[in-house]
């Protein structure tokens, strides 16, 4: 593999495998050897679905380096204040500030979700502001800065 992802994997590392015929398993990073033309070799240890691909002389394998649930918004939507990221919800002519947690971000978009209430109480708020609190829902209209 030569991508920036499998550049800095490790020995030990958890990822999931698409194989056509066996859907998603997890595997292990066992091994990785560096070729001259910085290719790296990862050889992968899989304990699901091995008889499946012992009938194969050769199989396309997509590795899923990370996969996270969230809503997927721009990052030009994300701000942050005191350490926490928020949007602002466009609502009835109203903004309305929501803070979010950022699970996954790349140069574009991130991917976030909301806080629970215990996570916000440990965050400092109190709980008048949990029990009242906004939350990001889908098709809700953020505004981009």
């Known amino acids: 593999m030569k991508t920036e992802r499998a550049s800095v994997a490790k020995i030990g590392d958890k990822v999931t495998l698409k194989i056509p015929s066996a859907g998603e398993v997890t595997a292990t990073i066992e091994y990785i050897g560096q070729e001259e033309d910085e290719t790296r070799i990862l050889v992968f240890k899989i304990t699901e679905h091995v008889e499946e691909l012992v009938e194969y002389r050769e199989i396309p394998i997509e590795v899923i380096w990370w996969n996270f649930e969230g809503l997927k918004i721009s990052n030009l939507a994300v701000l ?66």
Not at 109 to 132: A, C, K
């Open 80 to 145: 942050e204040e005191n350490d926490l990221s928020y949007v602002e919800r466009s609502k009835a002519g109203y903004i309305e500030k929501i803070y979010i947690k950022v699970l996954r971000q790349n140069d574009t978009y991130s991917i976030v979700e909301n806080y629970t209430n215990q996570e916000l109480e440990q965050l400092g708020f109190d709980e008048e502001f949990t029990h009242n609190r906004k939350q990001l829902n889908l098709y809700d209209e953020i505004l981009l800065h």
